[in-house]
């Protein structure tokens, strides 16, 4: 069965420090991998994805997430945090037609 | 325009009520989506619409009815709710499967049952 894992809860960094999100997948096939943003009190933002192509995928507000087939992961990364990139972030694996399997979801703290 | 309208966006619901939740899109997208989402949990898919047939529904419980009247528009009818029913419900679209295509989602409705 398709599905994907964020292993960490909460990742907590410094404003202006990288920052990374980690999504390992387990597939049979070629995943499409998904990256959604969510915000407090808010729906999920749809970030970036990877179908086919380059490993490096870039996204939305500065985010970009690297394909790596033989580590099975799609982590999400950005240079340079910013307290407003605090927010709820779900990996998310497509599951059949028109279906996603999503990780728990990562909290992420930027500190000022 | 890439907005998902729903609303309202609170509802406060006793367990005899029927209340609709209410989702529009104008991105021409074909499938919509309705998900149900608990605190800081990720969404858990609930039904599909695809060219406003109703194609996935995942084991959802009859008190909750789905409506597609046009490609645009997305209702979700709720009798009879129950308590663990209450949850963020989140309307999504698509333009076409997903794995192609991304979703979009609107803010939700914050629903209470009492």
């Known amino acids: 069965a398709q599905s994907v894992a964020q292993p960490e809860d909460q990742v907590n960094v410094a404003e202006g420090n990288p920052l990374t999100v980690k999504c390992t997948y387990s597939v049979s096939g070629n995943p499409y991998l998904f990256w959604y943003v969510q915000y407090p009190n808010r729906g999920l933002q749809f970030l970036l994805k990877y179908i086919t192509g380059d490993n490096l995928v ?55 | 325009d890439t907005e998902v309208t729903q609303t309202p966006k609170h509802l406060v619901m006793g367990m005899t009520n029927k209340k609709s939740l209410k989702c529009e899109q104008h991105m021409g997208h074909r499938a919509m989506y309705w998900y149900k989402q608990k605190a800081k949990k990720p969404p858990e898919l609930m039904f599909v619409y695809s060219y406003e047939k109703l194609s996935i529904n995942e084991s959802v419980p009859s008190r909750f009815s789905p ?13 009879a709710l129950q308590p663990e029913d209450s949850a963020l419900y989140l309307c999504a679209s698509s333009q076409g499967n997903l794995g192609d295509y991304e979703q979009y989602f609107g803010p939700g409705t914050r629903l209470t049952v009492t």
């Open chain 2, 67 to 79: 409506e597609c009247p046009n490609s645009s528009l997305l209702n979700l009818h709720l009798h």
């Open chain 1, 58 to 112: 870039k996204g939305s507000y500065g985010f970009e997430a690297e394909f790596n087939k033989s580590q099975t992961s799609f982590h999400l990364k950005k240079p340079s945090a910013l307290v407003s990139d605090s927010a709820l972030y779900f990996c998310a694996v497509r599951r059949g037609n028109n279906r996603l399997a999503f990780g728990k979801g990562n909290q992420v703290v930027v500190i000022p």
